[in-house]
């Protein structure tokens, strides 16, 4: 199946710094990109939506000040967390859709997960 | 976006099929239904989609009434490795900007 690549897959920065993200679709042109947090023992939330050439849809009650995102291509999308805290420590996924017409666009692919922690 | 509606746990021995039913009562016509499993500290993983009848792959099935306002995912001969957090998804696939929205998802936990 297609990859979608999420670096780092852990970082662990201090309070007040920015962190980047980055979400890679390898063998695929994606055309919109998911970025969703998750807690312990909880379900993903959605964060936001990114179109590659538009700027990002967020979900309600997402700060796009705090939560950056950049869908500079077909193949790339990279989420900041700015000026970090403790509580935005979390587990951060990115998923990526494919260009409509491919047999993949039926499905999302998620990367493999960035663990944040905010010390 | 319609809701769905998973039994939050469930538990299984190995060699058992399980079946995990998810309640979308509100589906609408263009909607596909999409289940993905997540084992901790990884990203969701893409098992089976259907619209209706069954659908069957190499790892589940997939089983959609008539009126599809629930689906059923089987599994069949879990194993230990199959203990995970499953997830239905309910949505126009075929819509730009489709979004993937989580449920609270089944945790289902294989024994020995």
């Known amino acids: 199946g297609a990859v979608v690549s999420q670096h780092p897959s852990r970082v662990i920065c201090k309070s007040g710094t920015s962190v980047k993200i980055e979400c890679r679709s390898l063998?695929?042109?994606?055309?919109?990109m998911f970025w969703y947090r998750q807690f312990p023992k909880q379900s993903l939330m959605l964060m936001a939506t990114s179109n590659e050439g538009s700027k990002a849809t967020y979900e309600q009650g997402v700060e796009k000040d705090k939560f950056l995102i950049n869908h500079a291509s077909l193949t790339l999308s990279t989420l900041t967390v700015t000026s970090a805290h403790p509580e935005d420590s979390s587990f951060y996924i990115c998923?990526?859709?494919?260009?409509?017409?491919?047999?993949?666009?039926?499905?999302?692919?998620f990367g493999q997960g960035t663990r944040l922690t905010v010390v | 976006l319609a809701k769905t509606t998973q039994p939050i746990s469930m538990d299984s021995y190995e060699g058992q099929e399980v079946n995990i039913t998810c309640s979308h009562n509100?589906?609408?016509?263009?909607?596909?239904i999409t289940w993905y499993q997540q084992f901790p500290s990884q990203g969701p993983r893409f098992i089976i989609q259907?619209?209706?009848t069954k659908v069957t792959n190499e790892v589940a099935s997939l089983f959609i009434p008539a009126d599809r306002k629930s689906s059923t995912l089987s599994l069949p001969r879990v194993s230990l490795s199959d203990t995970a957090v499953y997830y239905c998804l309910v949505g126009d696939i075929n819509t730009g900007g489709f979004k993937t929205i989580f449920g609270a998802g089944t945790r289902l936990f294989v024994k020995a």
């Open positions: 063998d695929f042109q994606a055309t919109t």
């Open positions: 998923s990526a859709r494919a260009r409509t017409g491919l047999r993949s666009d039926t499905e999302a692919f």
């Open positions: 259907g619209y209706k």
């Open positions: 509100n589906i609408a016509t263009n909607d596909y």
